[in-house]
Structures are given as structure tokens and as C-alpha cells.
């Protein structure tokens, strides 16, 4: 894999070749293998010629490309475009506008508003209906869009990518178990975020689960 894009004009080239997308989402969603985002299967096959993986099982989706699962899996809009808005709302210091965008990306304003708002639903506390109780999962996370759908196996597995090079486009997510998601960006590992994230979005007395590496919470 290429290096790391530092630059928007990194990015904009690095995101510009579709093999280069895959690879990077592979690497920070299924750091330990692709699995299935609907029965987690994990002997899966990757058809190169279409960038998509076929799943054994029969079931809808048993075909899927990276897209799926993700918030970006209903959207005609290609890798490139997404991922450049990512990295661009999250490693920009103020995020980016959807009129930047619509400049950079050369897709409309209202096309870019849209991409954006997916983008900061995911990112930020965007449920209603108080803080996150009872069980709850603590961990940084790649941007893993509908995460409370997903089976508990999957997620668990998901939500191991934290380790991507790419610093600030981690996010921290505080999951409670069988419901809500809550997530915001860090910079990597930093115990301050993610001690304020759960401050503002899990009541007091939770049960708090990590997969041992959060720096907030000891592993259950
Ligand atoms: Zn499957």
C-alpha cells in the first residue's frame, strides 16, 4: 500500500485509484481478515475484477463490496469521493463545508451537503434519548457506519481496527450493547477525548467494556 496521504493533494491522488481505497478501508475494518457484514463468515472470496467479496452462505448481500454495512453502502457516489470527504472532514482543522467540498470533489454543492451530513451523523452524537446504560462497549474505531445493526460478532471484530496509520480519522465510539451508538474523533489514543466522550454519553454506574487496549477502562 502507498503512503499515507498528509496532504488534500495526497489524498486526492492516494483516494483517486480504487484499488488504493479498498485496501486502506480493508486495513482499518477488517484488520484481522474480511468477514461478512451479514453473517460474519470469515472464508470469504475477493473477486478482484469487481472489488466485491462472495460470501458461502446464501443470503441477500452474500456479494458485497467494502461499501457495504457502511454508511456509505446506499450511495452511487464512488470510493474516491467518500473517502476524500472523510479525510478532509476529519484531518482539516475546522472539518470542511459542503462548498469546499462540491470544489474539491467536483460533485454538486447539494450533492456534497448531503455526503457531509452522512459523514457527521457518523461521526458525531447525533441519537436522541439520553445517555447510553447498562452494558457498554468502549473502544476507538474506523468509521464503521451502522454498527447497532451489525451481529455482536461482527462488531466485536470491527471495532478492533483501531490501529490505522491515519491518526486523526479514528474514532473513538462508546456502543451500548443491542443500541445506541455514540462516536466522536480523536487523535489517536487520547485518553482526555475518550474520557469526555463517555462523560457526556454513558450514565454513571454502566458497565464498561473494552476490548483492553482503551485507555479508559479495564478489560471486563
Ligand atoms: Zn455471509
Not at 16 to 24: E, F, G, I, K, T
Not at 36 to 55: E, F
Not at 90 to 111: A, P, Y
Request: one cysteine or more.
Amino acid at each position: 500500500m502507498a503512503t499515507e496521504p498528509k496532504t488534500l493533494q495526497d489524498a486526492i491522488l492516494y483516494f483517486s485509484d480504487a484499488d488504493n481505497c479498498v485496501a486502506y478501508l480493508v486495513a482499518r475494518r477488517w484488520p484481522n481478515g474480511v468477514t461478512c457484514p451479514t453473517c460474519g463468515r470469515a472464508d470469504v472470496s475477493y473477486i478482484p475484477a469487481r472489488r466485491v467479496w462472495q460470501c458461502k452462505t446464501r443470503h441477500p448481500k452474500a456479494q458485497f463490496s467494502v461499501k457495504v454495512g457502511t454508511i456509505m453502502e446506499d450511495s452511487a457516489l464512488g470510493l474516491d469521493k467518500w473517502l476524500t470527504a472523510i479525510w478532509m472532514q476529519t484531518n482539516m482543522k475546522n472539518g470542511v463545508s459542503s462548498w469546499e467540498l462540491h470544489r474539491s470533489l467536483g460533485i454538486t454543492q447539494k450533492c456534497a451537503w448531503h455526503m457531509l451530513h452522512r459523514v457527521r451523523l457518523a461521526l458525531q452524537d447525533t441519537q436522541t434519548g439520553g445517555k447510553l446504560s447498562g452494558e457498554v462497549e468502549v473502544d476507538e474505531t474506523f468509521i464503521g457506519g451502522k454498527a447497532r445493526n451489525m451481529h455482536a460478532d461482527v462488531k466485536a471484530r470491527k471495532i478492533q481496527g483501531r490501529r490505522g496509520p491515519m491518526g486523526k480519522a479514528i474514532v473513538a465510539a462508546v456502543l451500548e450493547r443491542g443500541g445506541k451508538v455514540r462516536a466522536t474523533v480523536v487523535d489517536r489514543r487520547k485518553k482526555k477525548q475518550l474520557q469526555a466522550l463517555v462523560r457526556e454519553n454513558v450514565e454513571p454506574k454502566s458497565a464498561l467494556y473494552s476490548d483492553g487496549a482503551c485507555p479508559l477502562v479495564r478489560r471486563k
